[in-house]
């Protein structure tokens, strides 16, 4: 007789190994961290975590999702404070930044995620909610260029953000003219969202720090 597929088990198992994936990531790197590694930290067989996930690109963009998610639900309550949408644009954009100069593991994951396109369709679309509503085409196609540019600004591996402090405003600066503001309203806009988002920054990778100091090794194998 055929076993019983359980749903509420499934969904427990997927979010196990995705929590031991994700720390794996974040902890030691995407690009050196293979299926087989992930499943003997998981306690599994590198079978079971493909029943669950395609290859590591899903599980990726997984990732990708829960990260800049926390990043637009704090870009929302500035842009709501601001009463205006496209400061908290680049409130999100400002705290892809500062994830990326504070942990080189997340940097290479911002870079190989958003230069995917399950990846920057996710961070789009997180950019859309954020301005509130279906944008115009013309926007929208401002948007997809953005996002695009993003990685080239994640090049250097260095994460010495305090030695280079004009990079994020430069980040910042030419992101807001490819969104449609001249440069000098995109530099004003810089200046005060690196100053109002550094508040906030340590809060929004909360998440990510308890992730990181979480047991290391988790059997999923009976899951």
């Not at 003997?40 to 829960?66: D, H, P, R």
């Not at 944008?135 to 196609?141: G, Q």
């Not at 993003?150 to 990079?167: G, H, Q, T, V």
């Not at 030419?174 to 005060?192: F, H, I, N, Q, V």
């Amino acid at each position: 007789m055929p076993k019983t597929v359980n749903p509420e088990q499934q969904k427990k198992t997927r979010n196990a190994l995705f929590q031991v994936a994700a720390r794996a990531f974040l902890r030691d790197g995407y690009t050196v961290t293979g299926m087989k590694a992930l499943a003997a930290e998981a306690g599994c067989t590198t079978g079971k975590f493909y029943c669950y996930y395609s290859g590591k690109e899903e599980i990726l963009t997984e990732l990708m999702e829960a990260l800049l998610r926390g990043n637009k639900e704090a870009a929302e309550r500035i842009a709501a404070r601001k009463k205006d949408p496209f400061y908290g644009v680049l409130a999100f954009l400002s705290l892809i930044r500062h994830g990326a100069d504070s942990y080189p593991n997340l940097r290479e994951i911002y870079r190989e995620g958003l230069s995917e396109p399950a990846g920057r369709a996710v961070a789009e679309q997180m950019l859309k909610e954020i301005l509130a509503g279906e944008p115009a085409p013309e926007t929208e196609l401002r948007i997809r260029a953005a996002v695009r540019a993003i990685p080239a600004f994640l090049e250097n591996d260095e994460a010495d953000r305090e030695s280079r402090p004009w990079e994020e405003h430069l980040f910042l600066t030419m992101l807001s003219g490819m969104l449609g503001k001249d440069p000098e309203t995109a530099g004003a806009y810089a200046e005060r969202v690196s100053a109002d988002t550094a508040a906030i920054r340590e809060k929004a990778y909360d998440v990510l720090v308890k992730l990181l100091q979480g047991p290391k090794k988790r059997n999923v194998k009976k899951m």
